[in-house]
């Protein structure tokens, strides 16, 4: 079947919804549109109900405003390296997303004119991650978040597993739930949609260790100091500690000690 030369280089555009300051939309790939010759195909394996940002290069790219939803299937493109050493993935025209957030869905795709259309899907209540910050420095864990800091970074290792509450597996809230608990004998509640109203809101340009971090409303970490935080990742990642990064950078803080 012959093509017209314009149309064999057209490619799919995004449809984007913004409803209201730093809502985006997640975005759902099909196949329908023509675009280059896929390598291979994998799944966004991050935290069920929200995504990860797509940005617009792997080195000192700009998040485009739309997210890759959870359990989603991206064709890849083309693989690129940044001077970090992490993994990017091409997913379309100046589209590209850190492999670590992704599984295999399968092992090759046929080196043909791979299908691709991006639907919109309904609007997620999520912000979009502005440049990162500078934190001061934390002062020194005193009293119950001493207690929460040292109990929180013990969990490191253990499993992912939704709905969990410890001792030996957790999901994001159940993390925060079992430490408040042991550490500091406070009962927080069962899921981040309730946390988030818990305590008080607190800048994160004057985050102090124990500190609860949030996500939207989906996803909670527990500060520990010194740009650090510790969270129930994914289940591929499971309980672990990391620094607070402009590729996925909280939207809000609430202080539950003092």
């Not at 500078?134 to 040292?150: F, P, R, T, Y």
């Not at 609860?212 to 500060?223: K, N, Q, T």
């Amino acid at each position: 079947m012959n093509f017209n030369k314009n149309l064999v280089k057209a490619t799919a555009a995004v449809a984007l919804t913004i409803t209201g300051t730093g809502v985006v939309n997640a975005v759902k790939p099909t196949t329908n549109a023509h675009v280059q010759a896929a390598t291979m195909r994998v799944k966004i394996n991050y935290v069920p109900s929200y995504g990860i940002n797509i940005w617009t290069n792997f080195n000192h790219g700009h998040f485009t405003g739309v997210r890759a939803q959870h359990g989603t299937t991206w064709n890849v493109l083309a693989t690129e390296t940044d001077k970090k050493g992490n993994t990017w993935y091409e997913v379309g025209q100046n589209q590209w997303i850190m492999a670590k957030y992704t599984v295999s869905a399968n092992k090759h795709v046929k080196r043909a004119h791979a299908k691709r259309v991006v639907k919109k899907a309904a609007v997620q209540n999520t912000v979009a991650a502005p440049a990162e910050k500078h934190h001061k420095k934390s002062v020194q864990a005193s009293g119950n978040a001493s207690a929460v800091v040292s109990l929180a970074r013990a969990q490191a290792g253990k499993r992912y597993v939704w709905g969990a509450t410890g001792p030996s597996s957790f999901d994001c809230s159940g993390l925060v739930q079992y430490v408040y608990s042991k550490a500091a004998g406070i009962n927080i509640t069962r899921t981040t949609y309730s946390q988030i109203k818990q305590g008080k809101a607190v800048s994160l340009n004057a985050l102090q260790p124990g500190d609860l971090l949030f996500w939207g409303s989906y996803h909670v970490g527990i500060y520990l100091g010194n740009g650090q935080y510790v969270h129930a990742a994914t289940p591929s990642q499971g309980v672990r500690v990391q620094t607070i990064s402009r590729y996925f950078y909280p939207t809000s803080a609430r202080r539950i000690l003092g």
